[in-house]
Every structure is written in structure tokens, then in C-alpha cells.
């Protein structure tokens, strides 16, 4: 059995994230923490407002896909949602990541 290459990309946007881009490019939550800001922006205006520059804050987060079509960079511009990184290949992303946190 082959084991499917992952893939990971940064998607940048305001107000509620579009969780149904998730199903679309067949990709998830990279960390807890990227699910978390996606839970967040359904939730209170903390994540929305940012009331020192009393504009919409803005959001980034890493997803995860094993789709070698995604992202689909059009669709994620129609929610007004943009993908600002990637793909990167997983293993890519960790060496990148292993040697910048040295």
C-alpha cells in the first residue's frame, strides 16, 4: 500500500472561517491550535475585532491535505479567505521547521 503525501498550506482571512472549504480541498488542521482558531471564529468577537485598531482581525492558519489539487486558491478567495503559503510538502514543512526553530 502507498502512503499518500501530505501537503500543507496557509490560508489568511477575516470574519468566520469557511469550514466548508475544509471538505472542498479535502484538508484539515495542520495543530490544535490552528483548530482552534477556526472553532474561535465562530465563537465571541475577540477573534473577530480587534479593538485596538477597531478593525477585523486577521486569521492564519496551517492546514493538512493529501489532495494534489489543493488549495484551490480561486474558491478560498470567494469566502475572502486567501492562501498566503504553500503547498508544502509535509516532510518539507518539518525539515523546514526543525532547522528555523534551532
Avoid at 465563537?43 to 488549495?71: I, M
Avoid at 474558491?75 to 492562501?83: D, G, I, L, Q
Amino acid at each position: 500500500m502507498t502512503k499518500s503525501k501530505c501537503f500543507v498550506f496557509v490560508v489568511t482571512g477575516t470574519g468566520q472561517f469557511p469550514k466548508a472549504m475544509l471538505e472542498y480541498d479535502s484538508a484539515k488542521a495542520l495543530t490544535p491550535a490552528d483548530q482552534k482558531v477556526i472553532d474561535a471564529t465562530f465563537g465571541d468577537g475577540d477573534v473577530l475585532w480587534d479593538c485596538e485598531s477597531n478593525h477585523l482581525r486577521l486569521n492564519s492558519v496551517q492546514l493538512v491535505t493529501t489532495s494534489r489539487f489543493a488549495p484551490t486558491r480561486a474558491r478560498w478567495a470567494s469566502f475572502t479567505w486567501k492562501v498566503t503559503d504553500g503547498p508544502v510538502d509535509l516532510d518539507a514543512r518539518q525539515t523546514i521547521d526543525t532547522v528555523t526553530s534551532r
